[in-house]
């Protein structure tokens, strides 16, 4: 396929709504169903229990991520709950963000380990960790019955008094978010009631917190991070169909940040991106709780804008966790601190909330992309995740310590590796949508209609579809054909090759009465391509299909403080100068074909004859231990002449 612009096909069209935000909106419609309600004809996740992962990458990760959950103490992550409240504890202390001195310790321990258990246990059966988040549950009721005032966090009250008085603190709200989101996790995914309970006395907590405080005062409050507030409290609002909780949701928002997205204009350059998307998120969740299109307006234009003008090719955002440059320019920004993981893990959350409401492949696909380049790959051997992922030339992955760091990326790494079986599978009615190509099984029980996906992708060019019905039904299967697909894509059904197919970037829509033991195999050819920096035509990476290659620039640091980092610290000390970019050959022609040659497509190996040096090149999600480079510098064909 020839190259195309990420930019062209990410931009929407939507209109701008003319109202301002500048205070609590009305709560106008009712609440109907758990987590989705007002979004009429909205395509569905499965819950993660009827999903399950089959032998392959995925579901090695998600084990070894498991394991790592294993590893962690449920006395040692109360420890600083329980003196908070007041509550004897002889536990040692886990170190980095969750330090006893740290002002964001909980975030960790009783937010993203919550929210990771719970995961882990739907998507996995996992008895075990299901649990430990039990046993963590009961103790931090304990806690919040100790404060009696509803109020539950691993540091005291304190540090919200400090905001109130406009006084230097981290972020209060957002630990308090994390951990609200950690229990009405494993209220969703494992049933414990009393979860819920203890969320909705923190949400209380919240709302008394904010009496007597003005709407200007709010919001510069408001400028000290706040994580996903908004977001937990409409989640809250729609499990439990009680408006004071969206009523509370609404103080979480902000007019200043909110409004010129609604007018479509991007004045992102200088704010912190982790601050700010979960924000979208949260307005995302407004939109489909109360039904208002102008939040879905703002989420999409944000989306689409990050996406074309803010992202590298790898799916993610950011520099050194800011965006600092005007949409579009890019070069100059490639250094260690790129690409904080905390952005793409809640980017894909909003990709995922978006695809929902559109059906669009191209959210998709680019959730694919993040998939493969951002997220698989950032877990070691250990369990242990990156914080940034470095872009510029001749750096490595370096990780967390298993009990010394603890950072959000640990958290939100944590979550992603418990929870690939969340998006690979949605259905609207009784049509399935079949997302990403993932060795895995979908039960769907009340359909009586189970489908194996049986793939080794993207090591293989496409995918099988295995039918159990327990009886003929008329029903359509959407298979997403995706945009970078090279050629003619080719399915067929029962061994038969269907004559027309959807165009690249779709979905084919596979309608016909489904009979048990029918198949589906899909081809989707793949081909070299580049994608240049955005405001650097000069500098571009080499894409595989969805796999951005990566060249092997020899051996990393093999241990030591610049693998594994043993603080709170979130990269190495002393790193070095980053190495020239490896250099493309001059050519005429841009084909990366022209000077890539392709030594295995089973394995994904690569040869690039770059100029003065030969690379070889794989998937980045490949690389390990090896020291990298992504992005090449192209070379001016004309004065080489």
């Known amino acids: 396929m020839s190259n195309f612009s990420r930019r062209d096909f990410l931009k929407t069209s939507v209109l701008a ?20 309600e007002n979004v009429s004809g909205r395509l569905l996740p499965f819950p993660l229990s009827a999903v399950r992962l089959s032998p392959g990458i995925f579901k090695e990760q998600s084990e070894i991520n498991a394991g790592y959950l ?18 004897s504890s002889d536990a040692t202390p886990y170190k980095g963000w969750e330090d006893p001195t740290c002002e964001l310790r909980g975030h960790f321990a009783g937010g993203h380990f919550l929210s990771a258990v719970a995961l882990t246990s739907a998507a996995s059966g996992n008895d075990e960790l299901k649990k430990r988040g039990n046993e963590m549950v ?11 005032n509803g109020y539950l966090s691993a540091f005291p009250t304190e540090e919200f008094e400090r905001l109130v008085a406009g006084k230097p603190v981290w972020a209060p709200f957002y630990t308090y978010h994390k951990i609200m989101a950690g229990l009405l996790d494993m209220y969703v995914h494992t049933g414990n009631t009393d979860a819920l309970q203890v969320a909705e006395g923190m949400a209380q907590w919240v709302g008394n917190y904010f009496e007597g405080i003005s709407a200007e005062h709010r919001q510069r409050m408001l400028r000290t991070e706040y994580g996903g507030m908004n977001e937990a409290l409409a989640n809250l609002a729609a499990l439990t169909k009680k408006e004071r909780y969206l009523n509370t949701a609404h103080f979480f928002e902000q007019p200043s940040f909110l409004d010129p997205l609604a007018q479509r204009r991007d004045e992102l350059q200088g704010l912190h991106a982790n601050t700010h998307v979960p924000k979208i998120i949260g307005a995302a969740r407004m939109y489909e709780v109360t039904g208002d299109r102008r939040y879905r307006e703002i989420a999409e234009y944000f989306l689409g804008e990050v996406l074309s003008a803010r992202n590298y090719v790898i799916g993610n955002t950011s520099i050194g966790e800011f965006w600092r440059t005007p949409p579009d320019q890019l070069e100059g920004t490639l250094a260690w601190k790129n690409a904080e993981c905390c952005v793409a893990y809640n980017l894909m959350k909003l990709q995922r909330l978006v695809f929902g409401w559109t059906a669009d492949a191209r959210w998709m696909d680019e959730y694919e992309r993040s998939l493969f380049n951002c997220r698989l790959g950032t877990q ?4 242990l995740k990156q914080y940034f992922f470095p872009l510029a030339a001749g750096y490595w992955r370096a990780y967390n310590s298993p009990e010394e760091s603890f950072w959000c990326c640990t958290g939100t790494g944590a979550e992603e590796f418990s929870k690939f079986v969340d998006t690979i599978y949605f259905h609207r009615n009784s049509d399935v949508y079949v997302n990403q ?22 090591l293989e060019q496409g995918t099988t579809l295995k039918i159990k019905s327990s009886r003929p039904v008329m029903r359509t299967i959407h298979v997403r054909i995706p945009r970078w697909t090279s050629g003619n894509a080719e399915v067929k059904i029962n061994g038969r090759v269907l004559e027309a197919i959807a165009d690249p970037g779709s979905y084919v829509a596979l309608r016909r009465v489904w009979k048990d033991g029918d198949s589906i195999h899909v081809n989707l050819p793949m081909a070299l391509r580049q994608e240049p920096l955005l405001g650097a035509d000069s500098i571009a990476a080499i894409l595989y299909g969805p796999l951005v290659l990566a060249a092997d620039l020899g051996a990393g640091p093999q241990d030591g403080p610049e693998r ?10 002393n790193v070095p100068s980053p190495d020239p970019l490896p250099k493309a050959p001059a050519a005429r022609e841009t084909s990366p074909e022209t000077w890539i040659a392709t030594e295995s497509k089973a394995d994904l190996r690569f040869q690039a004859n770059g100029e003065g040096a030969a690379y070889k090149l794989m998937p980045m999600y490949q690389i390990r231990d090896q020291r990298y480079s992504i992005y090449w510098q192209k070379q001016n ?5």
């Open 380 to 383: 070691n051997s250990r369990g």
């Open 138 to 148: 009961a103790g931090m009721a304990e806690c919040q019955k100790k404060h009696g």
């Open 564 to 573: 594994v980092i043993h603080s709170g610290d979130t990269s190495p000390k």
């Open 70 to 87: 294993d590893s962690l103490t449920v006395d040692r992550l109360l420890h600083t709950f329980r003196l908070t409240a007041g509550i």
């Open 17 to 36: 709504a003319g109202f301002s935000m500048a205070g609590p909106m009305a709560f106008t419609k009712s609440l109907h169903a758990e987590i989705s």
């Open 437 to 458: 190509f993932i060795s895995s099984t979908l039960d769907w029980k009340d359909e009586g209609l189970s489908i194996e996906q049986v793939t080794q992708f993207p």
């Open 637 to 641: 064909a004309a004065k080489k002449a």
